[in-house]
Every structure is written in C-alpha cells, then in structure tokens.
C-alpha cells in the first residue's frame, strides 16, 4: 500500500526493455545519438509543432529551472502558485539557475486565477527601476493539489501572460495525468493555450528518470543547450534517456500509464467517498488530499501503508481527531491495494 | 572500429541487469532506496574509510561541479592544470555551482607539479583582499592526456596544498584506470595521499550513468546534499543510480572493466608503436595521443573509423604530413577492431 | 515643499565639511586611511560593544545585500516583512549578493508579529532537502511604513529568531529616527535584543552617502570585507567615506538630525490631523501615510509640492474621493514649507 | 613621497567645490538629478557621439563588471591580458557580475596582441557545447604596466574582436592619461577604433569617486540600469556623482589633471634615468616599473617614501641586489618630492 508519492513505482517494463535494447554498440554521446531524432520527431507530431525543439534532462527540477531560466533574466521575478513545486520543493534552484531571480507568489490558491495574476503583475514594475521586473509565469498542470486546470482557465492564465508580453512555462511534471483528464491534445494544452515552454514529465508516470523541455520557438534552442551542460544535465551516454523518453511516446504508452494512474486514484476516491471522507481538493487526476479521523491513519499506520500525513500528526490523543493524507497513485498500483487501503480507513 | 571515447560504447550487462533487477515494487525516492545504503557500506570499505559519506550523481560535471562547489568560497580560486576538464569541457559549470569562483591554471603541462603548484598558490593572496582567494586544488587522475600520476606525485601536490590549508578535490573520471595502472589501494589514491574529495567515476567505466561524490570527512556532508538538490541532481528514483554502483563495485567488476580498457589501449599502443608511430604522451591508461601521416588518417576515416583529430585537419595536399590522434578504450572493444585499426594505421 | 523622501535633501554642512577637510594629502586607499579606526572607536562606543567590526559602503542596498549574505547560505532562506525594502526595492540585489537565496515573506502586516515569524519559520524545511532552508530574519526599522517596533517587539522577534538559531539582521536605514523615538541606547535596540548585524543608515539622515554595517561577533570579518570587494563596493579613496561618518557621529549630529525630521514630522502630522487627514499606519518617526481628497492633491501638486501619490492617481473626476499619499520628511525640511503644506491640505 | 598610487592623493578642489555647491536644497534621487543630464550631454560631445547612454559609479570595478555583464552571457568567457585588472585585482567580481561566467587569458604579455587574441578566440570553442563560449573582448588603456596601446594596435585588436562579432570592453581607469599620452581624441580611442563600451575613470585623476559607464549603442540601456540597481550600485544621492563628474569635464580639467600627473611622471623617470635604473616596461603614462639596489631602497624607506616593491623584499643581506619598484603619479604630486626620491635613489 505505497500512496507516498509516483515517484517511487517501478518503471515500466516497456521503458527498462527499451533501455536494455540501447545497450548495444557504440552510440555518439552529449546529444547526438540517433534516438533522440525519433524522439524529436515523435513529440513534433504529437504536439503539432513541427518547429519545436526538444532537450532531454532527468530531473523535473532541471527541467523547470532551466526552462525557466532561459526565459529570465536576473532581475525579474517569476510568477507562480503559492504552492508551486518550484517555490517550495526545489531548494532555490530556480533561483540558481536564473542567477538570483525571484519567485512572485500569486494569490492564496493552488490554483491561479487571472485576476490574481493581473493584480500581481501590476504590482510588480510599479517601482520602475527599484523593484524586480516582470518574468515568466509558470502554470503547474497537475496543480500540487491534484487539480487540473481546464483548457479556459490556461488560456485565460497565458492570455493575461501575453496582455504584458510575458513568456509562459508549464510545468507538466504530471502533464499526462492532466491531458488525461482533459480529454484534449498535447497542442491545446500547451501552444495553442499560449504555452511557450514546457517540462513535459516522464518520471513520474513510468520511467526510470527522463523529462523533456519542450520549446515550440527554436530561437533559444542554443541557450538552452549551453545552460544544460552548464547545468551538468547533458549526459554523455544520452541514448539512455532517448531511449526511454522513445518508448514513452510509443504506442500512447504515455497515456495509457496515466489512464491507469488517475483510474487507480478514481478507484481510491471512490472507496473514500462511501467510508465518509472529506476531500481538501476536487480530486481530478493521480493525487488527491483528504481528512480522515487518527485512528483510521494509525490503522494504516501499522498495516503499513505509505503516504503523507498532510496536516497535523499520529501522534495525540484524540482518535476522532481529523487529520489530512496526501494520497498518490501511479500505473502500477493494484486495485488490491486501494481496496485494502480504503478497508482499512472504513475501520 | 570507436575510439573517440570511453562514454560512448555500451553498459556492461551486469549494470544492464542490476538496473533491470531494481525495478520492482516501490522504493522510497530521492535517496533513501536501501541500495545506496549498500553502496556507501561497499565504498566505505573499499576506501578503508569508515567515516566517508557517499552521494551519487549522474554526470561527471555535477560530481565535480558540486564537489568543488562544497569545498570552495566564491572569492576563491580553484587551482588546476590547463587542460583540466574541469576548466575546457564543463562550459563554466564549476563557476556556476562556486557562485563565480576562479580558475587558475597551474603551470603549462597536462600534469601539474609541486613547484608549480606552490607558485601558482603563492602568486594568488599576494594583493591581500583584492585578489581571488586561495581555494582547493583539483587533481585529474587519469589526467586528460592519458597520464597517471604516481602516488609519490599525488602525495607531493597534496602536501603542497595543506602546506596553504587548501582541501584537494580529485577528479577520478576514469579512476578505477589509474588504479589499475598504479596497482595500489583506492585508500593510497585517495586520503592515504591527502585527497578530501572525489568524483569517482563510474560512467565512462561501463554504467549507464553515475558517479559518486565521496567525502572523507563528513562534515559537510548536509552542505553537499543541499547543493545537490539545488542543483537539480537529486533523483527521484535514485534506486536506479544505486543499483549501478552497486553492481559496480560487486566482484570487482570496476577493476576488470578498467582492466579490459586498458589491456585493449596497451594492445592498441603496442600496434602503433611497431607501425612507428610516435605518442605525445606516455601511454599510461585508456587513452592516448599519437600522431601518424594524413594518408593514414584518410584511410581509417574511408574504413568509417571514429576518433578526434586532434590538431591538424583531415583535409590537406601533404599526405606526408603528420596529424595527431586522441585514442581512448574501453572495455567493450574488441581485439579485431584494435588490429584493423592497426593494420589501416600501417597501410 | 518636497517630501518625497529623506534621501533627496542636501547633506548636512558639518558632513561636508568634514569630506573638504579631508581632502589634503595622501591618504592609504582601500580602508586603510586613518579616520576610519576613529569610526570604530565611535561605533564601539556608542554601541557599547568592543568586540564589533564596523565597514562602510555608500548604499542602504549595499549595506543590506552584503550582511544578509554573510549570514546567509545560497540554499537558505531569509525571513521578512511583506513590504520591506529588501524585497520590494533592490531588484533582487539580496538574491544576487546571496548567490540565489530566496526570501520569505512573514504575515501580511508592514511589522512582523512573532507569532508569523515563528509560523513562516516552522513552515520552512517540513520537506527536508526539497525545500529551501531557514536563513537569517531581517528586521526594518523603522519599518517601510513609518512605524518603529518597541524593545519588546524586537527582543520577542529575535528571541523567536534565536529559538531556531537564526542569525538576526537589522534594516536600519532609519537607525537614528527610530532610536529617537524610542528613547534607548543603540545596544538596546540591536544587539541586548539579539541582533546580530546592523545596516546602520547615514544616507538618508544627512549623510552624502555612507552606510556602516556593523557585525557585533568579529567572526565573520574577513568574508564580509572580501564580499565587499567582489561586490565593487570597496572604495579605494575610502576616507571620504569615514570622514562623512566621523563626522556624522560626532557631537551627536546623527541624533540631531533624526531629531529635526521627526520633529518636522510631528509638524506635519499635528497640522494634517487639524486638517482632518486619516492616518493608515501610526506615525512615529520621520515618514507617514494618509489619506486626503484629490482636491486637495491638486492643490498642492499645482503649488509643486513634491510627494508619491501612493494609492489612487491625482486624474479622476471626483475631487472628494480620497487618495493616499506617502509624507517624508528629513533633518533639512522648514517649518514654513511644511505650514504651507498644511495649509495647501486644508484648502 | 607618495608613489604607491593614484588613488591615495587629494580630489582636485575644483571637484570638491563642485560637490559642495551641489548641496543646496532638494534633488530628485537615483539618477533623476539635473546634473546628469549636463554630464550627458558633455560625454556624447566630447566623444562625439549623440547616441551614447552614460551612467555614472562610485568605484572602477563595478564599472568593469556591470559594463562585461551587460555585455557577456553566463556561460561565455571575457578575452583579457594577464595583468588585467579585472583578473587580478577585483576578487571575482567579473565572476560574480556575470553569473559565473569565465576570463580567458591572452598571451603572456602586459599588452594583448592582435595574434595572441586570435589564438586565444580560435581555440575557445573549438569544443562545441562543451567549453565556455566566447565573450567580450576587455582591453586596459594605460595598461596595468604603465604602457599605452596606440590607435593602431587597439584598432587592430578590435577588428580581431569584431572579425568573430565579439563586444569590445575599455578598462579606461586611467584613460585620461592615455589620452593625453596619444594625443588622440577621445572617439578616436574608443569607437572608432572598435570599442563598444567603456569605464570611463575620474577617480584615480582627481575625483573624489566616480566613474562613467559609457555606451556607444543605447540598445542594452535598460539591462544596465537594472545591473547597476541590483549591484547596489545606484546613489541615492547621486547629484555627488553627477557634480563631480560634470566638473571633472568641465574646462578640460580631466585632461588638465593627466597631464600633470604624466609630466610628473615624465620627471621621475628622467631623474632616474640619469641615475642609471632600468626600466621594466616602457614608461608611457604616469606608472613605471623600474629596478634599483636594496640601497637605495632601504634609503628611501627610511625617509617614509611609499610605493610598491613589485618584486624581491626590502629584507635581505646584499644591498647591490636589484629590487624592482611601481612608482604611480598623480596630479597632485610636487616636484620637489619627484626630486628628493631621486636624489635618494642616487645615494
């Protein structure tokens, strides 16, 4: 019973085979191995941009923060999510990797609204050369909360972006999980919504470790590439990042490991739902967060189950006292567990 | 017939299975997986260092970058030789992960020297607090020609270096090569000599990709962890970087795999030296710099032959002139493609 | 009539004399000029602290970049005030001097209460390595809203610092005003608080330009000053420096100063409270935000007064509706000026 | 007896007049002066250039480093002679300005030559991605050795910078005293021979503290009004600046003062090539480097003269064993002190 995180599943057999079968022979290293044409191609078609250029790293940190640093400049400011992973879950690499940049908190929402947004970009630059200046915005999508913005809601977000000629970055750590949830394309969600730049995840749904930064217009292209390997995130035996990002993209597996990751957390939410619990979030992808009295977690406790506790603590001494889970599902989780799990909270 | 580097030919099948074998099941992300914990009792051992602590990465940048980074004030100056990796390959990463720290380059040979050390360390703080201070001393062991320091010579930089207080990094990219060559003790290498800090390398050496950051003293340890983490190199799931460096340093997989590179270079070596061939460098490991006529160039480039060109161009009237090469086994060459090579170098 | 800040007025005649007198001969360049050991004999002895190191620098952000980054580490981060200087107007100067740190901000007040300095502070580092790590607090006064924090506001602020081991900086870009206010001895109001390092302003109270920073533990001597070199803000003809700050403490002209523009502000709010003029922040030094109706703004702005309009705009078609405006007064203001003022408000 | 530097002596009282005649009544802050439009509008006349933006700083470093950050990328490395200032004397803060970007050192001669700057650029780069990319190109005139590149070698420098469409960068801490040595006009010595920006030097020639950075093309105007904010860099205040600056540039008394200072020099080096020392460098300005017996310097030494010995020690038995000494003149020095030093080297 593992609901810790999505990171900590196996990866998929079709991505370790797809690794296996790159180990063969020599490959030209830094980039140039001819896998990551496919991929190239593969992500090109997938998202309609034929002009998009696409570069591999490991970590969704480096993705978002060497996207985001190629589209700021030192003394502006980067406007996000109070919650979002790259303000409270990246150690300041944003910060490092745009040289000192700051993060503009907008709102008090997991979501941004564009009201919230527009009021925070006013009130930056209202003091000229003294305050920072205006940067990118970077949409989280899955929101940290487990929430998914609708196509309207990010296009009125980069709409907003635009109206003060600002880039926007996505931050797609879960970017399947949410086109699941849409029901829409890989362009609507990101271009055709006024996306310019993504962090189009693959470790959390499936693979051993790859992201793709996807940037639809090529004119950065070579920044980027120089602030990777500035960044120590070109790898010298690339191929096997290529490799896994290919069959990622392969036969929709992509989105099948996510169909089952948000199926799974339905499953999850459905059990909850019927033993009575509250939910913090509407809960619309692979994560939801929830309140359920001490006693049901310390059952889960000693059953062993994996997650956080969100809110409050294990220990005290009231049973019924309502403390909150942070619940995580990916591809590999079986229904047996989310059963057992939701068993356990009915007591 | 591949000889343009060691980080091109494939993994060897047993770090190919421990990856393979890792993938089961949840394992707690972000380096808390119990292989690491396997890895640091194995190193911690190997190196006779039972207090060392132990952090792997996946490039050879970033175990170099965040080791220097951990032992270096930004007002300070690295000290290294010229054609360190870290001062031409790393496209200013060093500087990036220091906060701007300097380079000095010591002397004007691939292997730095006692005298010229001491004089490149006196030379700096002559100007009080206008000058960069003095920082750590980075040793490349196997150096970037192909040579190996002796440990009577590693031992007299290091003096030299705690003469001034510096703590001294080595870069052991291809360290289990020089082991092999000097035939002594990871411990002689490493503290034994003076050294605080290694990258020890495991990428170029038969892994799909990781190296480990090895601290003797574990001081800074949570220091280290932290800059890790900002600089975007904590895997999620780290399992899979354990899992190779475990398999590794199992049945002393590294030395053979070093072994094997440089029985294949020695074979190589021998080949050119009866075809007369005459090296720039003594050949001392995986890697090496000959030069012969451009006529022979031309005909390994014809039989598809991959290799740097090293000074000099393939095109050219002369085919009298000569043209040097850089060379570099590893444990996936072959003995026939060594002599073909050989045979094509002779004519 | 100008009260747009305390850093447009002239310099005081006795610190410009004193930057003429010590205009003849040579003098040792790079701080070593020989007024400014009697600069820290003064410091010493005003504050009452024998041990302290004391630098000087020409700008308020200079003064405050280079503290907080002594104190701060670049994966750290530093508690604040929504609206303190260093967040809203340095342009990311404090990120840059501290490498990438980032900046908290605590509560939603202009002054920090200790209750949501101790909330920001435990929400910090609940995610271990994945978030950025708590740093120094940093404390205004008087604060960017014109108000002054009591000696037991600072020592409850400072003992919730303390209780996490958190160094303690103090913004006293308005040091004398607020000591004026107060009524307590320098030591009182940093370091028998538990401040552990001081922007200590001359700037704006009479000064040409000149800020001492003052670190009351020696320890970290040395790398501030070379911070202060790699940040340009090293002068080389330092003594006109020390001779403004001579100057500016001897025969307590700085206390004068502070005196005159707060009692030109007491002036000033006596008359606007005659006028019937709301205050938004209790007035208690030399800076003051009210609100009065647009007609009178355009009396005053047709009379060149000179003012920031800090909420709302003088264009507007209702002359009753009340805009905000920020009143600064310093030690050169008249008291004629300010009468006029006055009289310009009540129409 | 004060030759250790220009730096040490007295501002020119006309720049100290001009200070405090500036200190009447209010001024608008932060560059909004009316002063600065005057210094202005003298800069683009007397380098004949209607286009140019000019902002003003308090010390020579942080000319360098905000002028080569505005102009360097990160990841990209400055060409620069070994001796160059911004190498040797600024503690990293080219580094720090620049993000981490690198300096890459030309020839091994006080003055670059247009070969070695060839060699120097062609072999950056030559490694793709891997190495730090090329950057601009800084040039010290005077040199940090006293000697002056005439219109013909710093055109000829600059057209090796412009053949690859490398930014050139002035280091002009001393550049009136180049002038005045060329007897060029200022446009000849700085854009029409190539240059794109320059630091401009008032504080080593008679100023109390200023600095201008001139911009021949406006484009990057904004970029570098954020640098220097960020920098800590912009005054308050900055009608001193501004005051200075105008009165160093009025009258021709930035060009009255180097010739005094060279012809101060010119004396000291006559008198002491009729006591027979040998010169290291060819004196060009008004800073020599020249050798002569611990005799003579020990003579001077008791008779409290001041200056650098640049290498050897006072200390030491033999006294015809030849110490070599920098000897830098300012305007302010008499020619009586210039003949009582020779008269002591002379015994």
């Known amino acids: 019973m593992y609901f810790a995180s999505d990171n ?16 063969t022979g020599y490959a030209m290293p830094y980039g140039a191995d001819p896998i990551i044409d496919e991929v190239r191609a593969q992500i090109r078609e997938i998202f309609e941009a034929p002009e998009a250029v696409v570069y591999l790293v490991a970590t969704g940190t480096a993705a978002n923060s060497l996207a985001l640093a190629t589209f700021c400049q030192p003394f502006e400011t980067v406007f996000c999510a109070p919650v979002a992973h790259i303000h ?18 907008v709102g008090d929402a997991p979501k941004m609204t564009p009201d919230a947004l527009r009021t925070a970009i006013e009130n930056e630059e209202s003091r000229g050369v003294h305050g920072p200046q205006r940067g990118p915005v970077s949409i989280t999508q899955v929101t940290e909360r487990g929430t998914v913005y609708s196509i309207e809601e990010l296009t009125a ?8 000629g600002l880039p926007v970055h996505l931050d797609g750590a879960r970017f399947a999980n949410a086109l699941v949830t849409l029901g829409c394309t890989p362009a609507e969600m990101t271009w055709k919504a006024g996306v310019d730049v993504v962090s189009f995840g693959g470790t959390k749904n499936g693979c051993v470790g790859v992201e793709a930064v996807i940037l639809f217009d090529p004119k950065k292209a070579w920044e980027f ?3 990777r390997k500035r960044g120590a995130h070109l790898f010298s035996k690339h191929r096997y990042l290529s490799a896994q990002m290919k069959a990622y993209l392969t036969d929709d597996l992509w989105l099948e490991s996510a169909r089952m990751a948000n199926a799974n957390c339905a499953r999850l939410v459905e059990g909850l739902r019927e033993a009575g619990v509250t939910f913090m979030h509407e809960p619309q992808a692979n994560m939801i967060f929830c309140a359920f009295p001490r006693a049901a977690h310390q059952r889960l406790h000693d059953a ?3 997650y956080y506790v969100w809110s409050g603590s294990l220990e005290g001494d009231d049973p019924e006292e309502m403390l909150e889970a942070r619940l995580v599902c990916d591809w590999s989780g079986s229904a047996e567990d989310i059963d057992r799990f939701v068993g356990l909270v009915k007591g």
Chains 1, 2, 3, 4 share one sequence.
Do not use: Q, W
């Open 8 to 23: 900590a599943g196996p990866a998929h057999p079709a991505i370790m085979d797809a690794v296996a079968k790159a180990n």
């Open 225 to 227: 590439e120089l602030r």
């Open 157 to 164: 977000l980069c709409d907003v972006a635009k109206g003060f």
């Open 88 to 105: 409270e879950d990246e150690c300041n690499a944003p910060e490092f990797y745009s040289s000192g940049a700051k993060l503009t908190l």
């Open 304 to 306: 062993g189950a994996a």
